[in-house]
């Protein structure tokens, strides 16, 4: 039997899917493709676990010397993470360069002081960014992308 709870998080999370799919996909990809692109956007590329094609979603990320850390707000239920599940080998865009790498779940990271480390310059940036990010989800997992070496 499922709690209130679960029901709500599946709700919010379909709902976030198909505003993801509809609305903001589509706008980051049409700024991408006219040259606006933010430092916070990273693109993940995943191999599909069914199709084996090649799939591209953009995320909110933070990168570093080595690697990525991306927040998956949808938890393992996003079709991004059922692909790292199935094949952890991915493709990150980070500033217009593209890099290999292994995604792994992180479930002992603290998502929330995670994703305050996001977002702009600032105190108000990370803040804001933060609270968007908790606004939208559902069952939240941080997600680290260890670049392969050079």
């Given at each position: 039997?499922?709690t209130r709870?679960a029901?709500?998080?599946?709700?919010?999370?379909?709902?976030?899917?198909?505003l993801?799919?509809v609305?903001?996909n589509?706008v980051?990809?049409?700024?991408?493709?006219?040259?606006i692109?933010?430092?916070?956007?990273?693109?993940?590329?995943?191999?599909?676990?069914?199709s084996?094609?090649?799939r591209?979603?953009?995320?909110?990320g933070?990168?570093?010397?080595?690697?990525?850390?991306?927040?998956?707000?949808h938890?393992?239920?996003?079709g991004?993470?059922y692909?790292?599940?199935?094949?952890p080998?991915?493709r990150v865009?980070?500033?217009?360069?593209w890099r290999?790498?292994t995604a792994t779940f992180?479930?002992?990271?603290?998502?929330?002081?995670?994703a305050?480390?996001f977002?702009?310059a600032?105190?108000l940036?990370?803040?804001?960014?933060?609270?968007?990010?908790?606004?939208?989800e559902?069952?939240p997992i941080?997600?680290?992308?260890?670049?392969?070496?050079?």
């Open positions: 039997m499922t709870s029901d709500k998080a599946v709700r919010k999370f379909k709902f976030e899917r198909q993801g799919r609305l903001m589509p980051v990809a049409a700024l991408d493709r006219m040259g692109r933010s430092s916070l956007v990273v693109d993940l590329e995943t191999i599909g676990r069914k084996g094609q090649p591209l979603v953009p995320l909110a933070r990168a570093d010397d080595t690697g990525v850390w991306v927040i998956s707000q938890g393992r239920r996003a991004w993470a692909n790292i599940a199935s094949n080998r991915v865009r980070v500033n217009g360069e290999t790498g992180e479930p002992d990271d603290d998502v929330r002081a995670r305050r480390t977002g702009g600032g105190r940036g990370r803040s804001v960014t933060a609270l968007t990010m908790r606004a939208m559902s069952d941080s997600v680290r992308i260890t670049f392969d070496a050079r």
